[in-house]
């Protein structure tokens, strides 16, 4: 079983919809949970980040983490076609005492269709 | 002004030839990163480097070797490139702690696609 298991894609739907982006995941040492989006020929770069369980908003984005199921979400509302792009969830542990690796899902591609 | 570059961006070469990949970063962060990625498996670390003196291997560092020329600066070399070593690799860098704990945000480049005939 993979570290980190997200669904592949590709997502297409019409601009205005609600998206609905998820992760599983294995590990429970996991406290950080990351969102990046990565635009095509472009490097990843992080869109939102969430400390243990709960919910994060910021604009249209929602991130939602329940580590009891150990599952993760983003939920994209009034999507754009400038939202289309890889979306890439992210899991570390955090630790201070050693280095902060960092697990990435395989990411999702999300079109967004005028 | 890009802060995390990567030269080259794209480059075809043939199995058995030594290949260099180099990242440059104008951040001042002293955590630097290169990873590889491919379709369907995500990003994979392949070397990581907290400071010039202290480099470790990643989960994927077989056949790649590094060089942390300067704080700015993190070499990525195939000493005899293979085809499965196709791929994009990206470089990049970070702050510990920036988004609590140990963890910080970690800024790519552009990324290089490799080709390996």
């Known amino acids: 079983q993979k570290e980190v298991e997200q669904d592949p894609g590709p997502l297409s739907v019409p601009e205005g919809a609600i998206v609905s982006l998820n992760c599983t995941y294995s590990n429970s040492a996991f406290q950080y949970f990351m969102w990046y989006r990565q635009y095509s020929r472009k490097g990843p770069e992080l869109l939102m980040y969430?400390?243990?369980?709960g919910n994060k908003e910021d604009g249209r984005f929602t991130a939602q983490v329940d580590k009891s199921s150990k599952y993760i979400s983003l939920f994209i509302r009034d999507s754009q076609p400038s939202d289309s792009a890889t979306y890439l969830c992210?899991?570390?542990?955090?630790?201070?005492?050693?280095?902060?690796?960092?697990?990435f899902g395989p990411g999702t591609s999300l079109s967004v269709i005028p | 002004d890009a802060d995390v570059t990567q030269t080259p961006r794209n480059r075809i070469t043939k199995t058995g030839k030594r290949i260099m990949l180099e990242c440059s970063q104008t951040k001042g962060h002293d955590r630097m990163y290169w990873y590889r990625q491919d379709p369907g498996l995500g990003l994979r670390l392949i070397y990581y480097s907290f400071d010039v003196k202290d480099i470790n291997k990643g989960e994927i560092s077989d056949g790649y070797s590094v060089s942390r020329q300067a704080q700015a600066k993190f070499s990525l070399s195939l000493e005899s490139a293979i085809p499965n070593q196709t791929a994009l690799y990206f470089c990049?860098?970070?702050?510990?702690?920036?988004?609590?704990?140990?963890?910080?945000?970690?800024?790519f480049g552009p990324g290089t696609r490799l080709t390996v005939l």
């Open positions: 969430t400390y243990s369980s």
């Open positions: 990049a860098t970070s702050v510990a702690g920036s988004l609590g704990g140990g963890l910080g945000e970690q800024f």
């Open positions: 992210a899991m570390s542990a955090g630790q201070k005492t050693s280095y902060d690796k960092v697990i």
